[in-house]
């Protein structure tokens, strides 16, 4: 756990040290026309969500068959490769590509969860898939920081050759030191790629919390993009524009991180669901009062308590997944769970720029909290619906028995 927990630091990490200097590489490509930049930039990073988004359910299915482990090497071995062709891009259309493959043969994230998750006792997965979220937001935190430190000092295409090293490093302590206990069975008897879908996407449960799983990455991202103007409008200390913004994605990350493990080991006393519940009701509440700020440092305060509230969102989501995921399908519906949230991270952007130009960022916030606030209920009535459903069920098979 703990190791994949530091791997999943470094491969997050190492895949967001592109972001602040995606732009600046296109120009070293050859690319003049600032609107042309801006546009190939957000399709070169979003394709790699679209791909992976597409793919995800296949590798979920595949690691059901063949092994968890083994699909989180299959990824770190396959992005190691990638990443460093990608250093070796000559063109924009190169680089769009590239990118595109590299989410086809990602998944490291998702395998790492379902390898938690399966080889994990019950009673505790909540405290393990959290610690895995503290490991993976920390690196996404620090990697758009190092890379754009390492983008003066060792140039941009020499940070593809450092993040391929260290994916392929991550990947290979993965192989020494990860034993995976619980593994598929070969015996079991096996069905098609779209069998095994059908089967689990016709698990109300299941269906109900990938819905839940595409709300709270469409509501947590849309506002994201906008931050940085939003920053602007209330005038950064010291003119300080850059260095603000990145700072309130900071200290949310942070917060996250250090409230993940802890919400986590709650869930697996009191139930996940009644901390996701809590932590979206928590999370829309504090959404309100962004739309009333009048300074950056009221909003880094309200970021941070945003982040403790986020810590316990998907680690109780992926607790509840693995409960209510079929004997031996729990990739299969880890996989349809990441295509939910990749769905999520694509949508969420792209819909929040457009209702900024409608209500301004301000009404964005009050929609986002809105959005939570009927997610927790459409979660509440959601499980209540299945535990009833489960009681008339044992109570029939009493009766006939």
Avoid at 31 to 56: E, R, Y
Avoid at 233 to 251: K, Q, R, S
Avoid at 367 to 393: D, E, F, P
């Amino acid at each position: 756990m703990y190791i994949l927990m530091v791997a999943q630091f470094l491969v997050m990490g190492a895949m967001s040290m592109i972001i602040p200097f995606l732009p600046l590489y296109l120009r070293e490509l050859g690319m003049k026309d600032p609107g042309q930049t801006q546009l190939w930039a957000g399709l070169i990073f979003g394709i790699n969500f679209l791909s992976a988004f597409l793919v995800a359910p296949i590798w979920g299915s595949l690691a059901d068959k063949v092994g968890r482990k083994i699909m989180v090497l299959r990824s770190g071995f396959g992005m190691s490769i990638v990443i460093l062709l990608t250093g070796l891009a000559t063109s924009p259309l190169q680089l769009l590509l590239l990118r595109l493959l590299n989410g086809t043969v990602s998944g490291f994230i998702p395998a790492s969860i379902s390898l938690t998750a399966t080889n994990t006792p019950k009673e505790k997965s909540g405290y393990a898939l959290g610690l895995l979220q503290s490991g993976g937001v920390a690196g996404s935190i620090m990697g758009p920081f190092i890379g754009g430190v390492l983008a003066e000092i060792i140039g941009f295409r020499s940070i593809f050759f450092l993040t391929s090293m260290v994916v392929f490093i991550a990947t290979v302590v993965v192989l020494l030191f990860v034993k995976e206990e619980v593994k598929p069975d070969p015996s079991a008897p096996r069905q098609g790629f779209f069998s095994e879908g059908s089967f689990v996407l016709h698990q109300k449960p299941l269906v109900f919390l990938f819905s839940v799983g595409f709300l709270l990455q469409f509501a947590m991202l849309a506002p994201m993009p906008q931050m940085s103007l939003f920053v602007s409008e209330l005038g950064a200390p010291g003119g300080y524009i850059a260095f603000f913004a990145g700072l309130v994605t900071a200290v949310t990350g942070i917060a996250n991180m250090m409230a993940s493990p802890f919400l986590g080991r709650f869930g697996d006393r009191y139930g996940p669901e009644r901390i996701l519940f809590y932590s979206m009701i928590g999370a829309g509440v504090v959404f309100i009062p962004h739309a009333f700020v009048t300074g950056v440092w009221q909003l880094l305060g309200l970021r941070f308590i945003l982040g403790l509230c986020v810590g316990g969102l998907l680690p109780s989501l992926n607790t509840l997944i693995r409960r209510y995921a079929p004997a031996g399908k729990e990739s299969t519906a880890y996989g349809y769970s990441t295509s939910a949230t990749f769905l999520g991270n694509m949508l969420g952007p792209i819909t929040g720029g457009f209702m900024t130009g409608v209500i301004g960022i301000r009404g964005l916030f009050i929609l986002t909290a809105v959005m939570l606030l009927l997610g927790s209920w459409w979660l509440k009535i959601g499980l209540n619906h299945n535990r009833q459903t489960s009681k008339q069920r044992v109570s029939r098979h009493v009766s006939s028995a």
